[in-house]
């Protein structure tokens, strides 16, 4: 299984970008799809994240100005709006995904490479 994100990029202070991940290899279900991000000297936070059924969630530092969807049950999307110097970080996609192996188990220790959005004028 492997997740591939995509999107990142330098974008100046009240840009957009849009993020994506997909999952790829011996898939039957995916159970949710979350955005993790790491800002410069912190830890790793939740960003976004969404169920199969479409149930959003986000952080409080991303509600209002970003939403995340999901496409063809694989993939994911995340539109961030309004950015700001704060939002520059490496984002990492994170999955819970049920295999042909483990069908009835969601092993949410798929992460995806990095892709790093820098905000700066």
């Known amino acids: 299984v492997q997740l591939q994100a995509s999107g990142g990029g330098l974008v100046e202070p009240g840009g957009s970008l849009r993020l994506s991940c997909s999952a790829s290899g011996d898939i039957v279900s995916i159970n949710s799809m979350t955005w993790f991000r790491e800002r410069p000297g912190k830890v790793r936070e939740r960003v976004a994240g969404i169920e199969k059924d479409g149930t959003a969630h986000y952080a409080d530092s991303v509600k209002g100005r970003s939403t995340i969807s999901i496409h063809n049950a694989k993939a994911m999307s995340l539109q961030m709006n309004n950015l700001t110097l704060d939002d520059t970080a490496v984002y990492y996609c994170?999955?819970?995904?049920?295999?042909?192996?483990?069908?009835?188990?969601?092993?949410?220790?798929?992460w995806g490479e990095g892709t790093l959005v820098t905000v700066s004028s």
């Open positions: 994170n999955a819970g995904i049920a295999t042909r192996t483990r069908p009835n188990v969601y092993d949410y220790n798929h």
